[in-house]
């Protein structure tokens, strides 16, 4: 049974930095595409980054693309969000997700993810 373990949110100031981690079990991560999340309270879950299978090839929402970046240690399990230049929108709960869907980068909504982590909370101070 797949399970994913997100790690390292927390309160940092505008400009700031953080790294998220997602701990990946069950499965061999190689054979995942995955992805970061993240909902605000009363809004809807919004894709940020996606990595694919081999970790070479990667996609962001325009709204980080510049300041995020998504990584993986297919080795080690683990899925790595780094992200700079942190602005107050960014504040959200952050989630790690798995998709078997490995044919395309363009794996951006969630419905096509099959495995969820249990969120981690970011907030930015301006």
């Known amino acids: 049974q797949v399970q994913l373990v997100e790690s390292g949110g927390g309160l940092v100031q505008q400009g700031g930095s953080l790294r998220l981690s997602c701990a990946f079990s069950?499965?061999?991560?190689?054979?995942?595409?995955m992805a970061w999340f993240r909902q605000e309270p009363e809004k809807e879950r919004e894709f940020v980054a996606v990595?694919?299978?081999?970790?070479?090839?990667?996609y962001y929402a325009d709204s980080v693309k510049g300041r995020f970046t998504i990584s993986r240690d297919n080795a080690k399990n683990l899925v790595f969000l780094q992200m700079n230049s942190l602005k107050p929108e960014d504040t959200a709960v952050y989630y790690c997700?798995?998709?078997?869907?490995?044919?395309?980068?363009?794996?951006?909504?969630?419905?096509?993810?099959?495995?969820w982590g249990q969120g981690t909370q970011v907030t930015v101070s301006s």
């Open positions: 997700a798995a998709s078997t869907i490995i044919r395309t980068i363009m794996v951006v909504n969630t419905w096509q993810y099959d495995h």
């Open positions: 069950g499965d061999s991560l190689s054979r995942y595409t």
């Open positions: 990595n694919d299978w081999s970790g070479e090839v990667t």
